[in-house]
């Protein structure tokens, strides 16, 4: 893939793994939003995706695809006398100090990427406040020309608006740069601005359902560079 002249990442569950994260930090986030009330809490994890119980997320899970904003929404009826847009602050407040798991060392894999000259970038449904934490603690968020949340005013996927940004910042077509992603909508939103898709397995999608979408589907991002 020669023609590849940058990257960009989808962030959970690309380069961090998905349930290593944030499966252990729901679980924990329901349980102190119901002071305890497993069955509340039950309600609440049924509301965004979640089964609190065996702390596994639906294949459609809010979590995974949709924006702060809409989780919010989703969380709202739970919470007296709150707002969504106050609610959002709360839980992007929250999820930005979620220690995060990565799916490979990314210091390591995002220096190889420079040094073939590749431009890097990251597009999440995540706020781009808590997307930039979790870069700054892992030590990598300056590796990144290009860092965009569904808050950032390109919108959220699977529409393209992020994808179309970064191109457009860099100067380059959609077919010059790969999406990365462990989602559909990661997926959808690539092809949409044109991209080489790249789908990996560090999410809850599996194989047959990343395929349909993907022009290669690989473990993990560490493979990415023997791909190109």
Same mark, same amino acid.
């Given at each position: 893939?020669?023609?590849?002249?940058?990257?960009?990442?989808?962030?959970?569950?690309?380069?961090?793994?998905?349930?290593?994260?944030?499966?252990?930090?729901?679980?924990?986030?329901?349980?102190?939003?119901?002071?305890?009330?497993?069955?509340?809490?039950?309600?609440?994890?049924?509301?965004?995706?979640?089964?609190?119980?065996?702390?596994?997320?639906?294949?459609?899970?809010?979590?995974?695809?949709?924006?702060?904003?809409?989780?919010?929404?989703?969380?709202?009826?739970?919470?007296?006398?709150?707002?969504?847009?106050?609610?959002?602050?709360?839980?992007?407040? $929250?999820?930005?100090?979620?220690?995060?798991?990565? +799916?490979?060392?990314?210091? &390591?894999?995002?220096?190889? =990427? %420079? @040094?073939?000259?590749?431009?890097?970038?990251?597009?999440?449904?995540?706020?781009?406040?808590?997307?930039?934490?979790?870069?700054?603690?892992?030590?990598?968020?300056?590796?990144?020309?290009?860092?965009?949340?569904?808050?950032?005013?390109?919108?959220?996927?699977?529409?393209?608006?992020?994808?179309?940004?970064?191109?457009?910042?860099?100067?380059?077509?959609?077919?010059?740069?790969?999406?990365?992603?462990?989602?559909?909508?990661?997926?959808?939103?690539?092809?949409?601005?044109?991209?080489?898709?790249?789908?990996?397995?560090?999410?809850? $999608?599996?194989?047959?359902?990343?395929?349909?979408? +993907?022009?290669?589907?690989? &473990?993990?991002?560490?493979? =990415? %560079? @023997?791909?190109?």
């Amino acid at each position: 893939m020669s023609q590849i002249k940058a990257v960009l990442f989808d962030k959970d569950g690309t380069l961090f793994d998905f349930y290593a994260t944030w499966g252990v930090w729901t679980k924990t986030l329901l349980q102190e939003e119901s002071r305890g009330d497993a069955v509340l809490a039950t309600r609440m994890g049924a509301a965004i995706g979640y089964d609190y119980h065996s702390e596994v997320f639906a294949k459609d899970s809010m979590v995974i695809y949709d924006t702060p904003p809409d989780i919010a929404a989703a969380l709202l009826p739970f919470f007296d006398g709150e707002t969504v847009e106050a609610l959002t602050r709360r839980l992007n407040g $929250a999820a930005a100090k979620v220690p995060m798991v990565e +799916a490979v060392p990314l210091i &390591p894999f995002l220096l190889g =990427l %420079e @040094a073939r000259g590749l431009k890097l970038g990251v597009a999440t449904n995540d706020g781009e406040m808590p997307a930039r934490a979790h870069l700054a603690a892992s030590g990598i968020v300056g590796m990144f020309d290009f860092i965009v949340g569904s808050d950032s005013g390109y919108g959220g996927k699977p529409a393209p608006g992020m994808q179309i940004a970064f191109a457009e910042h860099l100067g380059l077509e959609g077919a010059q740069i790969a999406m990365v992603g462990d989602s559909v909508h990661d997926l959808v939103a690539g092809r949409a601005a044109g991209m080489v898709t790249v789908a990996v397995l560090t999410g809850v $999608a599996d194989q047959d359902e990343l395929a349909l979408h +993907a022009d290669v589907v690989l &473990p993990d991002v560490g493979h =990415l %560079e @023997a791909w190109l």
